[in-house]
């Protein structure tokens, strides 16, 4: 206990800023059953003092709370049983992650985990039946607080319970990968604890959670406390028996762990160090020692904490919650004009998609036009498709779905259709003179002060506004495939793009609920831009020698979410021609078009590996015959430290060109329109802890300690 | 051929512990009080299916806030009724719970419902008697009523003035008792089994449990109530000891059609005889239960005599009194509210009236030799109310 206590008197020394969650005490006269009186619980209410916008926090003034309350109620006599629970709407959601930066040696990160762990097992061990009543979010340490009581009710209102830490570069190091496994089994426990996190932190609803078996039972909201209170009397006096599932410790275990290790490989390639420690966790808390794996998730943690992969996932999450909410450098909201009518020009696959996304989110007329009737009937009949696929899902009503297939019509005279739009958006074929006339003849058309957009990924947008009488009103607005999923939306200020024109694109982006990100009109913008320039080392090395297969594992290694030629084949190889040759024209010096990419184009072929049978890939013969290659093969440390040396390049002189505000837009880029990993922070993280940065420019692209160790 | 009326039974009730104004239900809202009450009415009678509840009737005083926005169908929405089920929002303030009882149950007995819930709810510590009140000047210009009537304590001063027989030590030595049988009540397990446990918010303290009915004072002694200050009039007789507190409190209940009773199988435990609502003076208006018992009684066909159990809600004690010797029954009768009333339990103004009738459905329950009994409340504005019942677990024979 007193050691305890030292631990958690230093952690609090250490911990400046902790919002601290309380562990209110309170008895309850539990309610009798069958005339049997089932005595007074000790409730233990934890709450930091805010609403549910600032959800509640472990940090170690809050555990030293907890420990305090869960002691007092141990030392009494006439307490039956601890119950905690959280309050409205909000368990917990977590350690508190701010004050990870101050841990600055190993040995305080293990403190960390054993104070976790010692007060929250005194739920466990410490001589009274717990129940954990989850009214709501219970994320990490939150979720582990309810995994250390012997029951658990869940509330069927609760959403977001989950064990988020991998998804960040941690593990569960409270006690989850441990009592997890031991409650629901490893298969389930991997699921959770792994792929969930990896699987862009998916989390569970109350109902999935009671389905897996970590909660004991569900209860409906409206009285969740009452019945939960109930619940608990009856198993005290023994009328209800709370059953749990036999877990299956031989074969299956193992099975589930090699299945974890796969889906982690298949994710990071062996990149991010977390997801292998919390596998080895849960492969070993197969023994149900406690104390061991305790202690083996102490050591697991403070390795975690004090690791660059973290710092640099710390770095990624702040980003995507907060600068992604607040883009840097956009005008005051308040400028943005009303969009109550949105027309898109085009209305071939991409036009279409975009329909479907303006008309879903904004829920306003969408009229789409092309070069003729038959193309418009089919670009709204894709719309249409799209929306009875919702309906199908379940993802919206009958009455909703009518409602935006209702909103979306085709015109061929846009007169007609396009004079009362207030936000017209282009995705024709990428080419500027075609862009320029279709901006020239909507000018006729539309308000002077109706925004015109384009979605062009390389072109000028500066020039496409050039010969219009109201320039002011163009700006880029730059999309991301597949548009339904990717969050990131370059928001482009031309030359002459107004505030008003601008804060108007940036409101509408954020309707659509996307992540704007604010790009001066620079070629290919950031991420194109820095794709390219990357990829243009791998072809140029591939030109040279390097077996393709050699190249793709050198890359992929780092963890990004595919290899360079697989990511070629999902951007198409004419695409990407074009793009490279762009970017050849704006800067020579950097940026070379790779012949065997032209001929791979010209020989009509989509990717340069084909498929066996039972899906495994190899390069495509045919385009080894096509392809004419040197004899220089570089390594697999060459390659990287070429590619990541011309990353380095590009985006020091896109910083010193005012590309982007500052390195966190390229990070926040890179993250949300190329899905870079968190483990790399995006890029420049890795760039500054590699030595890259340094190397290449003369300077970090960010200070120590604002993503990575200090 | 005229239609056809139809027996209404009274077949379950419950209500929330009551509370002291900024008591246990400080951080809770009205509406969830009620809320919960309707969802236990629910859980206690299994073999009514949701979908059959016909009407969801519920009273407040003050209907705004967490009392406003319809609370009779947002209750029932909120409770997990089905969307089919429709609702409303009902006031005459005190009596507020009563109303909903007899407007749905006239609704049954008409033929346009077969089941209703009806009950009441008062956060008095959030909505105190006359928030938001605005009374016509014609009432004082054209002096029709007394400024007086529109201060409750004020007309149980004045019914004092108007029986001068019913002194503060009558009325002092009622509130003793009442505290007395209700303390009594609780220790014989006749209370409990019609409260509802409710969770309880206090974000200085944590989440708690209210399972007991905070205002009683257990205990209470002449000596204790004769020191009181009397707030309504200098030297007056009415203090917060022999007068209901300022409280928080929900009540609900379930009425059927009889025949709908027997086909789903739920259990009555008072079947409705008749009601009266009259108007008093309302500077006085702690004498309207007696005209609203008069018409009830009439309409039933009965005399007070026939009456064997009653629940008299106790405003002030100097209106019971009233009440009862104007029928010739003693202060201490056994039959009168024998486990204790609003001056113990609270008086959540809209609420109260199925307080009472829970309480009786009690008296009947422990007496099976007793064929009728009523429920009465005066109401502030002048008014009383009654309903008559007879018990379904008559076992005929006298009483006498």
Same mark, same amino acid.
């Given at each position: 206990m007193t050691d305890l206590q030292a631990l958690i008197d230093e952690a609090v020394a250490i911990e400046t800023d902790e919002v601290a969650t309380f562990a209110l005490s309170r008895d309850i006269a539990l309610p009798s059953v069958s005339s049997k009186r089932a005595g007074t619980m000790a409730l233990i209410t934890l709450d930091n003092g805010h609403d549910h916008t600032k959800p509640n926090t472990f940090g170690p003034k809050g555990l030293a709370s907890l420990s305090a309350a869960i002691d007092a109620a141990l030392a009494r /006599? /006439? +307490? +039956?049983a601890i119950g905690v629970t959280g309050k409205p709407f909000i368990l917990a959601a977590g350690a508190d992650l701010s004050g990870l930066p101050n841990l600055t040696d190993h040995s305080q990160a293990v403190n960390l985990g054993r104070i976790g762990h010692g007060v929250m097992r005194k739920l466990t061990d410490g001589g009274k039946p717990s129940f954990a009543f989850v009214n709501g979010i219970a994320l990490g340490g939150g979720l582990e607080v309810a995994l250390h009581t012997s029951y658990r009710t869940v509330s069927a209102a609760a959403g977001m319970l989950a064990t988020p830490e991998v998804f960040l570069g941690l593990i569960p190091g409270w006690g989850g990968t441990f009592l997890l496994p031991n409650l629901i089994g490893a298969d389930h426990a991997v699921k959770v604890v792994v792929e969930n996190a990896l699987n862009q932190n998916k989390m569970l609803t109350g109902p999935q959670a009671v389905q897996l078996g970590i909660g004991d039972v569900l209860l409906e909201p409206a009285d969740f406390l009452e019945q939960s209170l109930l619940w608990a009397s009856k198993v005290l006096t023994g009328e209800i028996e709370v059953q749990r599932r036999e877990i299956d410790r031989g074969e299956a275990w193992d099975a589930a762990v090699a299945r974890g290790k796969a889906f982690a490989d298949a994710k990071v390639y062996g990149a991010a160090p977390a997801p292998y420690r919390a596998l080895e966790l849960i492969a070993a808390a197969k023994d149900a020692d406690r104390d061991r794996g305790f202690a083996a998730e102490d050591e697991a943690l403070a390795d975690l904490v004090m690791s660059e992969e973290l710092r640099s996932g710390l770095y990624a999450f702040d980003l995507v919650n907060k600068r992604a909410k607040r883009p840097a450098g956009a005008p005051d909201k308040a400028l943005a004009r009303p969009v109550t009518k949105v027309g898109i020009v085009g209305a071939g696959l991409m036009a279409s998609q975009l329909a479907v996304l303006f008309v879903r989110r904004l829920e306003v007329p969408v009229v789409l036009t092309d070069l003729d009737q038959e193309r418009v009937d089919k670009g709204v009949a894709y719309v249409h498709a799209e929306v009875d696929k919702l309906l199908g899902k379940g993802r919206v009503s009958a009455d909703k779905a009518s409602q935006l297939k209702g909103l979306v019509s085709g015109t061929v005279d846009k007169q007609e259709s396009f004079a009362d739009a207030d936000f017209v958006i282009e995705a024709v074929f990428e080419e500027l003179k075609l862009k320029k006339s279709i901006f020239a003849d909507l000018e006729k058309i539309v308000r002077d002060d109706t925004v015109l957009a384009t979605n062009t990924s390389s072109l000028s947008v500066t020039e496409m506004a050039a010969d219009l009488e109201h320039p002011e009103r163009v700006v880029g607005f730059h999309f991301f495939n597949p548009v339904a999923i990717l969050p990131l939306l370059e928001i482009v200020r031309a030359d002459r793009t107004d505030d008003d024109s601008l804060a108007t694109a940036f409101a509408v982006g954020k309707g659509l609920k996307k992540s704007g990100v604010l790009v001066k009109d620079a070629p290919a913008f950031v991420v194109n831009r820095l794709l390219t320039r990357f990829l243009g080392e791998v072809t140029t090395a591939v030109d040279e020698g390097m077996p393709i297969e050699a190249a793709d594992k050198a890359l992929v290694s780092l963890g990004l979410p595919m290899p360079p030629f697989v990511l070629l084949q999902l951007v198409g190889p004419a695409v990407a021609l074009h793009v490279a040759e762009t970017m050849h024209a704006a800067y020579p010096d950097r940026y070379s078009v790779s012949d065997n990419l032209r001929r791979l184009v010209e020989a009509n072929k989509s990717s340069v590996y084909t498929w066996s049978a039972d899906g495994k890939p190899s390069v495509d013969p045919e385009v080894a015959a096509l392809m004419e290659i040197g004899s220089k093969a570089s390594t697999a440390d060459e390659l990287r430290e070429r590619a990541l040396s011309a990353l380095a390049d590009e985006i020091r002189i896109m910083l010193d060109e005012g590309v982007v505000a500052e390195a966190q837009d390229i990070d926040l880029c890179m993250i949300l329109g190329a899905g870079w990993p968190f483990h790399l922070g995006g890029i420049t993280p890795y760039l500054d802890r590699s030595g890259i940065a340094e190397k290449v420019t003369g300077a970090r692209f960010l200070p120590k300690g604002v993503a990575s160790l200090a | 051929m005229p239609r056809q009326i139809r027996d209404v039974v009274f077949v379950d009730g419950v209500r929330t512990p009551f509370g002291k104004a900024k008591g246990q239900y400080a951080e809770t809202r009205a509406d969830d009080l009620v809320i919960k009450c309707i969802r236990e009415l629910l859980r206690r009678n299994p073999s009514l299916p949701p979908e059959k509840v016909d009407e969801v009737a519920i009273a407040a005083t003050t209907q705004i806030g967490d009392q406003g926005l319809t609370i009779g169908r947002t209750a029932a929405l909120l409770a997990g009724l089905p969307n089919t089920t429709p609702g409303y929002a009902i006031d005459r303030m005190c009596a507020g719970a009563m109303t909903a009882v007899t407007t749905a149950a006239s609704g049954i007995a008409f033929g346009a419902y077969d089941v209703a819930v009806a009950g009441g709810v008062e956060h008095m510590g959030r909505h105190p008697m006359g928030e938001g009140v605005d009374p016509n000047p014609r009432i004082i210009a054209e002096k029709l009523v007394d400024t007086s009537a529109l201060v409750m304590g004020s007309t149980a001063e004045n019914l004092h003035d108007r029986y001068p027989g019913i002194t503060k030590q009558r009325a002092d030595a009622f509130a003793v008792a009442s505290q007395e049988r209700a303390a009594k009540a609780y220790a014989n397990d006749l209370i409990q089994p019609d409260l509802v446990p409710i969770a309880t918010r206090s974000a200085e303290q944590g989440w708690g449990l209210a399972?007991?009915?905070?205002p009683m004072r257990p205990g209470t002694t002449l000596e204790d109530l004769a020191g009181l200050k009397t707030p309504f009039r200098p030297h007056g007789r009415v203090t917060p000891g022999n007068a209901a507190g300022i409280n928080d409190g929900a009540t609900a209940c379930v009425l059927a059609d009889a025949q709908t009773a027997a086909e789903l199988g739920l259990t009555v435990k008072m079947k409705l005889v008749s009601y009266g609502f009259a108007g008093v003076e309302p500077e006085v208006m702690g004498i309207g239960p007696v005209p609203a018992t008069e018409k009830a009684l009439r309409l039933a066909g009965l005399t007070i005599d026939d009456i064997e159990a009653f629940e008299v809600n106790e405003a002030f004690a100097v209106q019971v009194i009233a009440f009862l010797e104007h029928y010739g029954i003693a202060d201490d009768d056994p039959r009168v509210n024998p486990y204790g009333g609003a001056i113990a339990y609270g008086h959540p103004l809209a609420s109260s009236g199925v307080r009472l009738m829970n309480q009786l459905a009690r008296q009947f329950e422990q007496r099976p030799e007793v064929r009728y009994g009523l429920t009465t409340m005066c109401v502030g504005l002048g008014m009383g109310g009654t309903v008559i019942w007879e018990n379904p677990h008559y076992t005929g024979g006298d009483t006498q």
């Open positions: /006599d /006439d +307490v +039956v | 399972t007991v009915d905070e």
